[in-house]
């Protein structure tokens, strides 16, 4: 080690992973985001909870900035170590821990891949039903510290809503337990629910215990073809008042031509503009006939133009696959990144108002728009024409957000519904967050780590 700060580190806690090769630096120093070159000063794969503590004490005695590290297929730059900062991966720390039947939960350690997660609670035959497409390589730790959304949000809320505790070590190296899986406690801050979607900036999460509950009876997925946006809501509304939807999807033409160019298959023999697909409970004929009523009336009602429901498991990751595909499928076009909520009844007038803008504004720009608009949360994706160089194509997708965050204050909305602020929209926290308010959150994050170390400039500058 050529900094004689890492020699001090080894010293203080002997048989510690670190690494300071180029190709790990590289690899460890960026997310999905690839917008930022990487350069940590070294990375370290502690095995345990001690080691994450001493590690913390070293870099609060050193000053050394620490990035948290979790599987970095975050999208808004949150895992970037850019500016000589330890980045701390929890990659080593990825085992299941302890399942309680009677309160059924399992605590896991924060490193433990989302997917993982999911098949541990298969094995005690129930779920945890938090997912989405990046399960098999996203960790638990990095859902917590950006409160994780995804496919199923309708039926079941986001990350927050399943955590019944954790463990987490802060910038001075003290470990906190936090709720330690209590379902009632009136004693105070609630400092697990400050953590969850505190991006690293307020401690490193090392263990979570996570709720779980029973599976859903079978299920079928739907793929609905739509003639227009307009009617978005009134199909939702239609599906939804007659079964429980697990949930409801959104893409558009654009998306889909990607995804099948990315070597998916075609659904339907025409193209249509937007498309939805849907979960539902499908256990018995009740629930089949409901679901057949709400695709009737909406093709009497002219809302729905065609459908397709699984037949099988196959059919059904076919159909997931159209929308779960489209983050690969454009990743190769650079796309800048907005991932924004208003409230779903707000959400039709919010569309109309967003597609005018950028259309008037960059009329030559290709937008791809997805998400899980079941609860208010759109993905607009700009995507790089080839001729544009990167640095005039950012310029023009931060005006593009600029405008667009004026939107979402005349709407009430949120700049990140699911992806958390990171350094992509540091810029624009304001547009969802008031001066007051940001301003306890720098007073929050003072009193947490009053050197600044964790994570600096997330979020906000301070
Ligand atoms: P990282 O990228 O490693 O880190 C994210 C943030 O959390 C950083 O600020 C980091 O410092 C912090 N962090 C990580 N681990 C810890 C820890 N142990 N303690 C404290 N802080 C920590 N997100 C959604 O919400 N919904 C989706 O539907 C969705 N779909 C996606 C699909 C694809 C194909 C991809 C690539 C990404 C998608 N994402 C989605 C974004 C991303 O997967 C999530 O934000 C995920 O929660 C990040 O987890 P991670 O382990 O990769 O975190
Ligand atoms: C999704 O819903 O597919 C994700 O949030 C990923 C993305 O926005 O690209
Ligand atoms: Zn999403």
């Not at 004689?4 to 120093?29: K, N, S, V």
């Not at 098999?136 to 994780?148: F, H, M, R, V």
């Not at 199923?152 to 809503?161: A, K, M, P, S």
Request: with cysteine.
């Amino acid at each position: 080690m050529t900094d004689p700060r890492l020699d001090l580190l080894l010293q203080d806690c002997p048989g510690l992973r670190l690494t300071t090769e180029p190709a790990e630096l590289e690899h460890y120093g960026r997310d999905w985001t690839r917008r930022w070159t990487p350069a940590p000063l070294a990375i370290a794969l502690p095995g345990n909870v001690d080691e994450v503590q001493a590690i913390l004490r070293w870099a609060s005695a050193q000053g050394v900035a620490v990035v948290p590290s979790g599987g970095r297929t975050g999208l808004s730059g949150g895992a970037v170590a850019a500016n000589g900062e330890l980045v701390l991966s929890l990659e080593r720390m990825n085992k299941p821990l302890a399942f309680d039947a009677v309160d059924r939960t399992l605590t896991v350690q924060a490193g433990m891949a989302l997917e993982a997660v999911h098949n541990a609670a298969l094995e005690h035959g129930l779920i945890y039903p938090v997912d989405f497409a990046a399960r098999g390589s996203c960790s638990i730790g990095g859902n917590i510290a950006t409160n994780a959304g995804g496919i199923r949000v309708i039926r079941y809320g986001n990350t927050r809503e399943w955590i019944a505790g954790l463990k987490v070590v802060t910038a001075s190296g003290e470990l906190l337990e936090l709720n330690k899986g209590l379902i009632k406690n009136s004693s105070g801050y609630d400092f697990r629910q400050l953590l969850i979607a505190s991006e690293g900036t307020l401690g490193v999460i090392v263990e979570a215990t996570l709720k779980l509950t029973d599976p859903p009876p079978a299920s079928n997925v739907m793929l609905l073809a739509l003639p227009s946006f307009e009617v978005l809501m009134q199909v939702f509304a239609a599906f939804r008042e007659r079964m429980q939807l697990q949930a409801f999807e959104f893409f558009t033409d654009r998306a889909l031509e990607h995804v099948l160019a990315h070597g998916a298959q075609a659904p339907f023999a025409e193209v249509h503009p937007f498309y939805v697909v849907t979960e539902f409970a499908a256990g018995d004929e009740v629930q089949e006939a409901a679901a057949m009523a709400a695709f009737e009336a909406c093709m009497e009602q002219g809302w729905v133009s065609d459908g397709v429901v699984s037949q099988s498991d196959a059919q059904a990751a076919q159909l997931w696959r159209l929308r779960e595909g489209i983050t690969e499928a454009v990743a190769r076009y650079k796309p800048y990144k907005n991932d924004v909520s208003v409230r779903i009844s707000a959400m039709p007038a919010f569309m109309a108002r967003t597609q005018a803008l950028i259309g008037q504004a960059y009329p030559h720009f290709d937008v791809v728009w997805f998400g899980h608009i079941g609860d208010g949360n759109l993905h607009i994706n700009v995507l790089k024409p080839d001729a544009t160089d990167d640095a005039q194509f950012l310029q023009q997708c931060e005006h593009v957000t600029k405008l667009l965050a004026q939107v979402l204050k005349d709407f009430d909305g949120s700049i990140s519904a699911e992806h958390g602020i990171g350094l992509v929209k540091k810029g624009y926290l304001d547009s969802t967050r008031g001066e007051a308010e940001i301003a306890l959150m720098q007073a929050v994050k003072r009193a947490f780590d009053p050197q600044g170390l964790l994570n600096p400039g997330k979020v906000f500058d301070l």
